[in-house]
Each structure stands twice: as structure tokens, then as C-alpha cells.
């Protein structure tokens, strides 16, 4: 039932979209115009047999704790049931929101963060944050940029995708209310977290660890990484001397995507149904009014039920990281070294994060 409301929204918008198609071929292609039409209609087609067969589809959209669990395990090695998992995320949750309070009153004070008032703004605003973080990894030997990983290639595709706090459909963006503030955490993540490794995938020619298998099995690692790199990095010192209640951002941020991992882990084991997850994630965010039956909560509330545990892994990616970061330090005790521990991880490739732990811990 819940993937069939979620069809019959996303095929409205659908619908919308090729009527919009549709007026534009007319005054500038009307050749094409013929077949904007058949496409408009076939969709409309759609949406009419699913909204008249709504009744009749009934069945629960979650996969149900037992084939999670057989999926985490067999599919993605990941040592936790999804009964453990929610509690770490909780527990994670409590975390998040006891440190963003007490930035709220450090930086009481502090005047809140304005947003950028232009395109021209909000790029330099951007490329200023991109640079600063190159400058940080390197300036404090957090881990290495291999001479082949290219930050223009980077800054090509982000400069494309640029928004002025709208989405595609509108509605306020979640996350483009944060980058027009302080957008370092966003390119930690987007950046460094994902490009780059997407970038080193592209240059391994290693036969296992350098491809994307079957199911994305090494998706929670890829995930967690860069959701990690958005807090730890500030621990490390990338925002000092950039405005204070930045920091207020990171935890934000965590927050939803906390929210989002409850949802993840709520909806497949059958607690919550659609609406309620949804719900659950407007009351669960800071600044929920962003989410509120917006275009991109439906999208996250879609993706959560068409690929399980996305939102979930990348929660538990950064504790299984910030669980190895642990156990490697008290092995090394003083050795340890976090630029050679960084650069080890990375180099381990697109593995689950259970057999990079093994690798490096023998544990």
C-alpha cells in the first residue's frame, strides 16, 4: 500500500512535469510535440489505473525484521540485527541532540547565519568552503589526496547542481537552507567523502576492491565515510575561525539524517506505515517545517522503502567507523598516528567496513 501512494504522488508530479514539457516543445520544438503528448498520456494512463487499484493493494511495503536481519547479514556483513541497530541509532539520536543544545547556548549570542542572496554568492560561498577544506586535509595531514584526484572534476559537477534554496519541484530544499549558511560540512560529505572515493574507484584496478559488486555491498562503507567525515572534521578543527553556530549545522544535518535512519529502521520493521514515517520525520528534524509534505521528504520516504537500509547505513557505517578508529588506537595506543590510520582505511578500497575492521584489527 505504501509504495503504491508513494507511485501514485511521484507520477503526479510525473504528469506535471510532461505538461510542462509539453508548452515548451510547443513554442520551441512543436515537431516533438506529438510525442510529448503520447508520453503525457501514458503516464496519465498510469496514475488513473493506480489510483482506481488503491484499494485493492494492500500489502505491507516493509521487508519485516527476519529478512533485514538475513539481508544485513548475508548480503552486506554487517555484525548487528536491526534490533541492535535501532538501538545504537537512538542512542546516537540522544547524542546528536545533547551536543546541538549545548551549541545553541554556547553561541547564544552570536548573530544566526544568514543566507546567501545570489547565484554569483552562494558559488563563492561554495568554492570557498571547497578550498578551505583541501587546505585543511593537507595542512593538518588528516589523510592523503592522491596526486590523480582531481578537485576541479569535483567543482565542475557541484558548480551544475548549484540551487538558490529550491528544488526542482519548488519546494524548499532540507539541506539547501544549510549550504547557503556554512556549506563545509555539505562538500565533507558530497566532497571529499563521496567524490573522491568515487574518483579512486574509477583509478583501482584492484579486481575486488576496486569495482561495485552486486547489491552494493559496500555501500554502508561508502556511506558511512562520508557522513563520518561531516563531524569528525569539525572535531578535528576544520570550522575554527569560521563562524561559530556552523557548528549548530553539523549536528543539524546528523539529525535528519538520523531521523531518516529511524524511519528507515521503523518502516521495514512494520512500526510505522508511510504517513507516520513521514510525520515522525517532520516532529523528529530541527526545523521540520523545511520537510513538511515537501518534495524532498517524499523522495527520502521513497528511497527508504525501494532501497532498504539506505538511510540506516549510513548511521551505522559511521559508528562502525568511529568503532574502528577505537579499537585500532588502543592497539597502537601511542603509535597511533591518524593520517596513517585515515589513509589505511581509504586504501582498504570498496569493502564492507566489518572486513576492513578485520584487515586492520584482525578483529
Known amino acids: 500500500k505504501d509504495l503504491t501512494s508513494l507511485a ?36 496519465q494512463n498510469y496514475l488513473d489505473y493506480l489510483i482506481e487499484n488503491e484499494p485493492s493493494l494492500i500489502e505491507p511495503a516493509g521487508l519485516g525484521a527476519d529478512n533485514y536481519n ?34 545553541e547556548n554556547r553561541n547564544k549570542d552570536v548573530p544566526d ?55 526542482e519541484m519548488g519546494v524548499p530544499d532540507y539541506f539547501s537552507y544549510y549550504v547557503q ?19 579512486r574507484l574509477d583509478n583501482d584496478q584492484r579486481e575486488i576492491r576496486g569495482i561495485r559488486r552486486l547489491f552494493f555491498i559496500e555501500w554502508i562503507r561508502d556511506e558511512g565515510w562520508a557522513f563520518a567525515l561531516e563531524e569528525l572534521l569539525m572535531h578535528a578543527g576544520v570550522l575554527d575561525g569560521r563562524p561559530r553556530s556552523g557548528r549548530e549545522i553539523v549536528y543539524e544535518q546528523a539529525i535528519f539524517r538520523n531521523c531518516r535512519a529511524l524511519m528507515d529502521l521503523k518502516m521495514h520493521t512494520r512500526i510505522l506505515n508511510l504517513n507516520e514515517a513521514m510525520d515522525f520525520c517532520v516532529d523528529c528534524a530541527p526545523h521540520g517545517e523545511l520537510l513538511d509534505d515537501s518534495h524532498h521528504l517524499w523522495y527520502e520516504a521513497r528511497t527508504t522503502l525501494r532501497i532498504p537500509g539506505w538511510h540506516m547505513g549510513m548511521v551505522i557505517g559511521k ?5 574502528l578508529f577505537r579499537d585500532r588506537a588502543k592497539q597502537l595506543g601511542m603509535e597511533f598516528n591518524l593520517k596513517q590510520f585515515l589513509d589505511h582505511f581509504i586504501s582498504t578500497g570498496f569493502i564492507p567496513i566489518s572486513l576492513i575492521r578485520w584487515e586492520m584489527t584482525g578483529l
Open 8 to 43: 501514485i504522488h511521484f507520477t503526479k508530479e510525473d504528469v506535471m512535469l510532461l505538461d510542462d514539457l509539453k508548452n515548451n516543445l510547443k513554442e520551441y520544438h512543436p515537431t516533438l510535440l506529438l510525442v510529448a503528448k503520447n508520453a503525457r498520456d501514458a503516464v
Open 70 to 103: 538475513w539481508w544485513l547479514k548475508n548480503v552486506h556483513l554487517v555484525p548487528y540485527t536491526i534490533e541492535e541497530i535501532i538501538d545504537r541509532v537512538e542512542m546516537e539520536d540522544y547524542r546528536l541532540y545533547t551536543m546541538l543544545k549545548l551549541e
Open 113 to 167: 547565519l544568514k543566507p546567501v542572496k545570489s547565484y554569483r554568492q552562494y558559488r563563492d560561498l561554495v568554492r570557498g568552503a571547497v578550498d578551505h577544506l583541501m587546505e585543511f586535509i593537507e595542512s593538518n595531514e588528516i589523510f592523503t589526496v592522491e596526486e590523480n584526484i582531481d578537485i576541479e572534476k569535483y567543482w565542475a559537477a557541484r558548480k551544475s547542481a548549484f540551487r538558490t534554496g529550491n528544488d
Open 181 to 199: 549558511r556554512e556549506p563545509v560540512p555539505h562538500e565533507a560529505h558530497e566532497g571529499l567523502g563521496h567524490d573522491f572515493e568515487w574518483q
Open 319 to 323: 559508528i562502525q567507523l568511529m568503532k
